[in-house]
């Protein structure tokens, strides 16, 4: 029988990844999706698979929406990828932040239970809840710190997906992911803010590239292989909380790095902390700049995960290697600034 799966975010990089994963793997899909301005629907137009998704309207604040969606898609999975996801962006929106990241969770557990019990949840977690991290590397026995109001907005949207599994027997499981990145990854995010903002630099349309904290330490993997790793949580006969990470960290300044090298440009550094500048050693133009405004008022300085439990129970592990993500995103980037495609 064809399974029907809701995905919230749909319009978001996971959201487009895991379209993409469910709809080869012959899934009947609904795409939740919250009313914009915009155009929404460019990253599942750039996977060629917008017409196979029925679109449902949705907004992670509204109780009565999300309940009347539950019942009327009756979905046998939901994927609650939907979010304020900008970490800097939670220090200006706390509450609302709350509102989406926390309650908004609960909101979707509360439908769940009193339409379909046995529909099957996955709640996307995050390693911001590390924060400053406890252990290193961080895994699901790790003890959480978060750093800053969407960490803390995400552990309780971890923690109530918890207790409504322990409480009222859901299948519901937390994916504690970390950083995962790719040519849909959006502009706000600082891999994709290097890969776009490098290409620019190389083509003329923009004079330097403006950074904060270079120091910090991510794990950084590919979204699509995220995706299938989210997918085998739901096949499993019990829900359980699981990493996703490669085990490898980087720094920013060392993405930064391999990014420029991908692009053709010879990054040298000159100067420290505030003043510090890459400098283009061929063409001597100033690349990169350090902008303060761009620190947060908190930091997660070092982000590295044990992603063993997937690897033994779900048999899951990352493919795409550090170098080329960054490669990929570096293409990308550079092929969509020289032609004039549109960028997301
Ligand atoms: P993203 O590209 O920023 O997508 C977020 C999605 O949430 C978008 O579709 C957005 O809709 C939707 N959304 C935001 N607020 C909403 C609201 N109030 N009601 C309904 N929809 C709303 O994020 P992503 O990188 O795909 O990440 C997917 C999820 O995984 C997020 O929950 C994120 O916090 C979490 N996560 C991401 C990573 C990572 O490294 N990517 C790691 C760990 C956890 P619009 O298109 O309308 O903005
Ligand atoms: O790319 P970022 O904005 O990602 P961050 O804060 O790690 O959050 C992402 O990953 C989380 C998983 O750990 C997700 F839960 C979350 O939704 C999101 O997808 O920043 C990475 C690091 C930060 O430490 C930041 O201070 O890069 C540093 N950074 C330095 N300059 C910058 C910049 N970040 C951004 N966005 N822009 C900069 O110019």
Known sequence: MTRRALI????????????????DRGYELFGAVRRVSSQPFLRLRELGIEQHIRFVPFELCEFGNLFRLVEETQPDEIYNLASQSFVHTSFGQPIYTAEANAVGVTRLLEAIRMVNPRIRFYQASTSEMFGKAQAVPQSEVTPFYPRSPYG????YGHWIT?????SYGLHASSGILFNHESPLRGMEFVTRKVTLGLA????????????????????????????EGMWLML????????VL????????????????????FTLAWEGQGL???????????????????????AEVDLLVGDASKAGTELGW?????????????????????RDGSVVF
């Open 162 to 166: 918890v207790n409504y599994r322990e």
């Open 152 to 155: 803390v907005a995400k552990l």
């Open 8 to 23: 919230t975010g749909i319009t978001g990089q996971d959201g487009a990844y895991l379209a993409r994963f469910l709809l």
């Open 245 to 264: 990470a490669t085990g490898r960290t980087e720094s920013v300044k060392t993405f930064v790095e391999v990014a420029a090298s991908a692009m053709g």
């Open 200 to 227: 620019r630099v190389k083509c003329g349309f923009q004079e330097t590239l403006e950074l904060g904290n270079l120091d910090v330490q991510r794990d950084w993997g590919f979204a699509g292989d995220y995706v």
């Open 275 to 297: 003043k510090m500048l890459g400098i283009d050693t061929r063409s001597g133009r100033r690349v990169v700049r350090i902008d303060q405004s761009l620190y947060r008022p």
């Open 317 to 337: 592990k990352p493919r795409v290697q550090f170098p080329d993500l960054v490669a990929m995103m570096a293409a990308a980037d550079d092929r969509r600034v």
């Open 235 to 242: 096949q499993r006969p019990a829900a359980s909380d699981m």
